[in-house]
C-alpha cells in the first residue's frame, strides 16, 4: 500500500508565503510524476504544478511566476514553495503521484488527504 501524507498548509495574509510538503511511502519501485491540485469551494479540482522524475516542470498559468515546484527523489517528497499569495488561491491542496509498485508494470495515480490553504485580504 501507498500513502501521500501532505504539510504545510495554513492560513496567511495576501502576499505572503506557505510550503507544502508530500511524502510517498510504503510500496514504491518508482515514482513518475509528482504534483499539486487544488479545489476550491464549489470549483473543479484543477492542476496547480507537476514535476516528473527528470525534473520537467509544468504549472499553471495563474501561479506561474509566484509558485515553484520541486521533488526530492531520494526521499520521495516534493514541495510546493507558494509567494505572492492571493485570495483566490484558497483552496484545499491535494498532492498527487504516479506510482509503480514493485514486481508489477502498472502505474497507479495515488492522493494524499489534502491540506488547506487560506489567504486572507
Known amino acids: 500500500q501507498v500513502q501521500l501524507v501532505e504539510s504545510g498548509g495554513g492560513l496567511v495574509q495576501a502576499g505572503g508565503s506557505l510550503r507544502l510538503s508530500c511524502s510517498a511511502s510504503g510500496s514504491i519501485f518508482s515514482i513518475n510524476y509528482m504534483g499539486w491540485y487544488r479545489q476550491a469551494s464549489g470549483k473543479q479540482r484543477e492542476l496547480v504544478a507537476r514535476?516528473?522524475?527528470?525534473?520537467?516542470?509544468n504549472y499553471a498559468d495563474s501561479v506561474k511566476g509566484r509558485f515553484t515546484i520541486s521533488r526530492d527523489n531520494a526521499k520521495n517528497t516534493v514541495y510546493l514553495q507558494m509567494n505572492s499569495l492571493k485570495p483566490e488561491d484558497t483552496a484545499v491542496y491535494y498532492c498527487?503521484?504516479?506510482?509503480?509498485?514493485?514486481?508489477?508494470?502498472?502505474?497507479?495515480?495515488?492522493w494524499g488527504q489534502g491540506t488547506q490553504v487560506t489567504v486572507s485580504s
Open positions: 514535476i516528473t522524475s527528470g525534473g520537467t516542470t
Open positions: 498527487n503521484a504516479l506510482i509503480t509498485a514493485p514486481g508489477t508494470v502498472r502505474s497507479r495515480d495515488y
